[in-house]
């Protein structure tokens, strides 16, 4: 939680956002993800200072717990001086208890935002899914909790000026908005009438450009001319270099194919993990985890 201090911006964590990304839809598999496919509505989480405190946190927890489909888990919350935004307690369940710093007994519209990471982390440890690491598994639990429809909250949470700042969460404010812009492409949900904080909405463009930027990145066909142009120097260097046709700063990498035609190696833009395709032209292919139809130019 940075609280009053510096904000990191930009994509500095992108790789394991992406690895993320792709790590829930290898274990929940696509049917589960589309599940998903509607966010937390903002009526159902909010949380005035005319709520009691307890009993607003209460129901704003219930209602997390129903949206992330988990019936049979009760979360008890309390508040306490602490230097993080939020703990929670990993047991067997169902009763889960989630500590909240005592600020949020005075920035209660922000208690939505910390609990959904803070369920979210039982939700992934029921699952059985984590990173190796603190600042990974974080990243991860941001990650999913973005992706999966609540962290529209951590990032609205989000509130800077000359004189103070707020955030929430792992991930600088562009990736979090990265990562909704990820799920806007796949569920055609826009986020942006949910937004309080104007520079909330600032970094949900940001991150928006760069996950569109994504569906641009050769061999994709809508890839821009100056990519193309890359692509082919780098492909003819690929053809004429074998075994040896690793490519350098680019998203994709040319892979020898014993017996067989080059292949291109690259990002799926909607789930991330890596496709390879043969090196021949125009390709239709289809992701096997995500069942995206990527129109491909080899």
């Known amino acids: 939680m940075a609280n009053g201090g510096p904000v990191e911006h930009g994509f500095p964590h992108l790789e394991t956002v992406r690895a993320a990304v792709t790590a829930l839809y290898r274990r929940l598999s696509y049917d589960t993800v589309h599940r998903f496919a509607v966010s937390v509505a903002p009526a159902d989480v909010a949380f005035c200072d005319s709520d009691d405190l307890y009993l607003g946190a209460q129901r704003v927890a219930r209602e997390l717990v129903r949206h992330y489909r988990l019936p049979d888990a009760r979360m008890i919350v309390g508040f306490r001086e602490m230097r993080h935004a939020a703990n929670v307690e990993l047991a067997a369940g169902p009763e889960y208890f989630i500590e909240l710093n005592e600020r949020f007994r005075a920035h209660r519209r922000d208690i939505g935002a910390a609990l959904a990471h803070e369920i979210m982390h039982v939700f992934l440890h029921r699952l059985g899914l984590s ?24 990032l609205d949470a989000y509130r800077e000026d000359a004189v103070s700042s707020q955030k929430l969460g792992y991930l600088t404010p562009e990736e979090f908005g990265y990562v909704l812009a990820k799920r806007a492409l796949v569920f055609g949900e826009d986020p942006s009438p949910w937004f309080t904080s104007a520079q909330a909405y600032t970094a949900y463009v940001r991150g928006r450009e760069r ?26 260097h690929a053809q004429d270099h074998r075994p040896l046709a690793v490519v350098a700063d680019a998203p994709y990498d040319f892979v020898p194919d014993a017996g067989g035609p080059l292949r291109v190696a690259f990002s799926c833009p909607t789930c991330l993990q890596r496709i390879r395709v043969p090196v021949r032209g125009r390709v239709r292919a289809r992701c096997g985890l995500c069942r995206t139809v990527l129109e491909c130019d080899t």
Do not use: H, K, M, V
């Open 131 to 154: 990173f190796t690491g603190t600042r990974e598994n974080e990243i991860l639990t941001d990650t999913a909790t973005t992706y999966l429809g609540a962290g529209w909250l951590l």
């Open 211 to 236: 996950a569109r930027l994504d569906e641009r990145q050769p061999p994709l066909s809508a890839a821009g001319w100056s990519g193309r142009r890359r692509y082919a120097r780098d492909r003819r």
